[in-house]
């Protein structure tokens, strides 16, 4: 049997969104993928409650929807901050090199984020008229307070960037209201949907920006070409990913009878029942307390536990987690609890880690971490043992 895939994302696939992928190849330009089209980019807006946003599905993933919203808004004489808490603040920086920009990144260390007021200063001390900024960094597991980072920019007049990449669908982010100038993200993670497509939500503000720039240094990447076809998804300008579209339908079809409300209460509570197991099992975060992400949790190794044996004894139990990355590889796992994720499959991943730990001559009092994971689950008064 394939392994529970609690990787920080892919997340695992709904069986409506795979049957929806594999529904027959349809013309690129028919009615019907045009109508699945549509209902997608809908629905994308309402999971980023926008009224008045424009947006672009494209075949990709996440690091295209970075690239596309940089591409898109930077001046050659663009100042970008870069925001960073981790490894995908740093790969922002990495496409502001390679694009030329002149960037800066504003970094805290692995495992905390960068506090608004820190934003709100480096912006009043030099003129930026980009800000950029990570949701929630897959890395180090560190949730930013991005509506505060939003207002920040928008203080000092520059377009805010947000990578909601671990976080769009599952974690409250309201464009219109906070002032997010491009929300941006892939099908993967939080929205349920497999690997495939990218996703930018532009704001007026934003479409304008480009509007303004002219010729830009992109083809493919160039929102402008993919306008038309993003208001009438029977035009063409490069083909689409046909099925993939059709299972982007069905996962947001899902989040809308799910309800923004009771998914982001659902995702929290997947974070509060992970974070309850893995400290029944004395685990630390690296993550600090105070901005740990509901998506994910990425956990500290105690002495003694080898990262290569420890997953292979989870992966045999059935269930897959992540090593970690760049600096903190062997050092950390990763275990996503996003998209479509259910109380049981987290209970059930919980039960198989304990079955792993004995494996691995750890002991324990069996039966706490999956004890504490169905209590965090019944709700926050049953996890406080009130
Ligand atoms: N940003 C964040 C926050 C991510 O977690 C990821 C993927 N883990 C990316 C960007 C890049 O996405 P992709 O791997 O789909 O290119």
């Given at each position: 049997m394939d392994p529970l895939l609690l990787i920080p994302g892919p997340s695992p696939v709904a069986p409506r969104i795979l049957e929806a992928l594999a529904r027959p190849t349809v013309s690129h330009v028919s009615a019907v993928l045009a109508a699945d089209t549509r209902l997608a980019l809908d629905h994308l807006k309402s999971i980023v409650f926008t009224r008045v946003g424009h947006p672009f599905i494209l075949a990709g993933a996440g690091t295209l929807a970075m690239e596309i919203a940089l591409v898109n808004l930077a001046r050659p004489e663009s100042r970008i901050l870069i925001v960073s808490q981790g490894y995908f603040g740093d790969r922002m920086a990495e496409i502001a090199a390679a694009f030329g920009l002149e960037h800066e990144r504003l970094q805290s260390p692995w495992g905390s984020v960068v506090a608004a007021e820190d934003v709100a200063r480096r912006l009043a001390e030099r003129p930026f008229d980009l800000v950029t900024a990570t949701h929630v960094d897959t890395g180090s597991g560190g949730c930013a307070p991005v509506c505060a980072y939003a207002a920040a920019a928008r203080a000092a007049g520059a377009l805010f960037i947000l990578d909601g990449v671990c976080a769009t669908g599952g974690i409250e982010e309201r464009m219109d209201d906070w002032g997010l100038d491009v929300v941006l993200t892939a099908?993967?993670?939080?929205?349920?949907?497999?690997?495939?497509l990218a996703v930018d939500v532009f704001s007026p503000a934003a479409l304008e920006r480009r509007l303004s720039l002219?010729?830009?240094?992109?083809y493919y990447a160039d929102i402008l070409r993919w306008r038309p076809v993003m208001d009438?998804?029977?035009?063409?300008?490069s083909t689409p990913c046909v099925n993939e579209h059709r299972a982007l339908a069905e996962a947001t079809r899902l989040i809308m009878e799910e309800g923004l409300a009771a998914r982001f209460r659902r995702q929290a509570g997947l974070g509060r029942a992970a974070r309850a197991g893995l400290a029944a099992l004395g685990l630390e975060l690296l993550t600090e307390d105070g901005c740990r992400a509901d998506t994910l949790s990425v956990v500290r190794y105690p002495e003694g536990l080898d990262d290569a044996a420890f997953r292979a004894a989870w992966l045999r139990h059935g269930v897959q987690v992540a090593g970690g990355l760049a600096a903190t590889a062997g050092r950390v796992f990763r275990m996503g609890h996003m998209g479509n994720l259910t109380g049981d499959q987290l209970l059930f991943a919980f039960e198989a880690l304990e079955a792993a730990w004995s494996e691995l001559g750890r002991r324990g009092d069996t039966g706490a971490a999956p004890r504490a994971v169905r209590e965090a689950l019944a709700g926050p008064a049953a996890e406080a043992g009130s």
């Open positions: 099908a993967q993670k939080c929205l349920g949907a497999p690997p495939g002219g010729a830009i240094r992109a009438d998804p029977s035009r063409y300008f």
